[in-house]
């Protein structure tokens, strides 16, 4: 899968640096001053290098934990994101990240102990409020796990501190780790969905909704708290019958009276990753006219956007209290 790895020299030595490149004995490894070299550069098409992107060992310099945009949460006061990765080993084509990014190769992060060192001084700083952190902003929190070890390795950091939530979300099924892990009562593993059709025709590489439905019916059983997240949620001509049957698919096999949240957000991009976009996927149909730009976004005409967030939300009603469902309409 992974073919060149490129590792910044000073943290060439780094013992996980060295553990994650044995998973990948037979690819190239190239040592570079500073990721941002092989990232950055403008002459590069996120596209072609999809097909065979190479794996970037960097150290994250400051920057670590950040606030979330506004209105981004689950009904908390302190909401924090962080990134231990940079894109996405799926290919999901209304993904946010290929209008973000220049290149498509993944940087990992391998100073998780920075990471734990930011989490634990916003922990302080919030005077023991709850306070959220989510995972997964810049990548999917669980699908590089057996190679990262990056979940297995915060989880102990949020059993010591029970007033911090944590959010990983997925498109993933890779949950062994966590099988094997004590649940615990202030993370949620939040999965995303769009109805099977949606996903078969733009989410590329990503486990079916029939697998994804398995991986949560095992962590549920195992007593882990579940999150579902259909965001962006994408509107066709037969968006309503699809919906409908994605939840009740969900809700025939989820034990509904256990699930921590459920977000519902219409698909939407800032105008520059929309224009950034539109270069990679001129004839991409999910671009095209229903679209319009509004308060620097692209996103479905009013009407639209609120006659999806009613239905399904009126659809959820059949299945979860309203209390845990919420919307978001930041990216
Ligand atoms: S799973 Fe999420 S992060 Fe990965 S490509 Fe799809 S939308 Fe992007």
Redesign the pocket.
């Known amino acids: 899968m992974i073919n060149t790895i490129y590792i910044e020299r000073e943290i060439a030595d780094h013992p996980r640096v060295r553990q994650i490149c044995e998973n990948f004995s037979d690819a190239v490894t190239i040592i570079c001053e500073r990721y941002g070299e092989v990232f950055n550069p403008k002459a590069q098409n996120f596209r072609l290098q999809k097909r065979r992107p190479a794996l970037i060992l960097a150290r994250k310099h400051g920057g670590t934990v950040l606030k979330t945009p506004e209105g981004y949460g689950i009904g908390g006061n302190h909401n924090y994101y962080f990134s231990h990765m940079l894109?996405?080993?799926?290919?999901?084509r209304?993904?946010?990240?290929?209008g973000m990014y220049r290149s498509a190769h993944y940087v990992l992060f391998v100073n998780y102990e920075d990471f734990e060192t930011a989490i634990v001084s916003k922990i302080s700083e919030a005077n023991g409020e709850t306070i959220w952190f989510f995972s997964?902003y810049?990548?999917?929190s669980l699908?590089l796990e057996p190679v990262t070890g990056f979940v297995d390795h915060m989880l102990p950091l949020f059993a010591r501190h029970p007033n911090a939530f944590i959010e990983l979300?997925?498109?993933?099924t890779q949950v062994r780790s966590l099988l094997r892990t004590k649940p615990l009562p202030n993370c949620v593993v939040a999965f995303?969905f769009t109805p099977k059709e949606i996903s078969a025709a733009l989410?590329?590489?990503?486990p079916s909704v029939e697998k994804r439905i398995d991986a949560m019916v095992r962590l549920q059983r195992r007593g882990w708290r579940l999150g579902l997240r259909f965001d962006?949620m994408i509107y066709h001509e037969h968006y309503q019958a699809h919906y409908r049957r994605l939840f009740a698919d969900l809700f025939q096999r989820l034990d509904s009276e256990s699930l921590h949240s459920v977000t519902l957000g219409t698909f939407r991009l800032p105008v520059p990753y929309h224009r950034n976009i539109l270069r990679l996927y001129p004839d991409e149909p999910l671009f095209a006219t229903t679209l319009e730009p509004s308060n620097g976004m692209v996103s479905y005409k009013p009407p639209i956007r609120d006659e999806m967030i009613a239905f399904c939300e009126e659809e959820l009603q059949r299945y979860v209290t309203p209390d845990i469902c919420f919307s978001c309409s930041t990216l």
Not at 87 to 92: L, S
Not at 94 to 98: A, D, V
Not at 203 to 206: I, K, L, Q
């Open positions: 894109n996405c080993i799926y290919d999901c209304y993904c946010f990240l290929q997964g810049d990548c999917d699908a979300r997925t498109k993933s995303s989410e590329n590489g990503v962006p």
